[in-house]
């Protein structure tokens, strides 16, 4: 099944500044960027992300996210909302059930749901 347009076009932007990988499923598309930076205050600097998107994107926006499942803070804990560990590709991840508030599909994207991700792993709460 062939990704949705904007998507395909949002990924080929993205692929300028990270590997991108995708893998599909029958009801998910699976974004994964190795290596993404995490930032200070974690106890490896980087860890793969993956994203999880309905095939209706960009109608449906992303919702959560997922690192490898050893990402913790600094001091051992787990980050909050992100105790839950799931299986998806064939790999543990550590989910971080930090929800955006509200999707506009007319004016964001997945460069702008990444800065969305990015500050909130400054604010690890």
């Given at each position: 099944m062939p990704l949705p347009p904007r998507l395909e076009k949002?990924?080929?932007?993205?692929r300028r500044y990270h590997a991108v990988n995708t893998v599909?499923?029958?009801a998910w598309i699976n974004i994964v960027l190795p290596t993404f930076a995490l930032g200070e205050g974690f106890t490896v600097d980087s860890?793969?992300?993956l994203l999880r998107l309905q095939p209706t994107y960009p109608d449906a926006g992303p919702d959560m996210f997922w690192l490898e499942k050893q990402?913790?803070?600094?001091n051992g804990q787990c980050p909050q909302n992100a105790d839950l560990i799931e299986f998806y590709i064939g790999r543990e991840w550590?989910?971080?059930s930090w929800h955006r508030?509200?999707?506009n599909p007319s004016?964001?994207?997945?460069?702008?749901?990444?800065e969305f991700v990015r500050r909130r792993l400054k604010e690890k709460r």
């Open positions: 949002e990924l080929d932007e993205l599909e499923e029958a860890s793969d992300l990402v913790l803070l600094k550590r989910r971080f508030r509200g999707w004016i964001e994207d997945l460069s702008s749901y990444l």
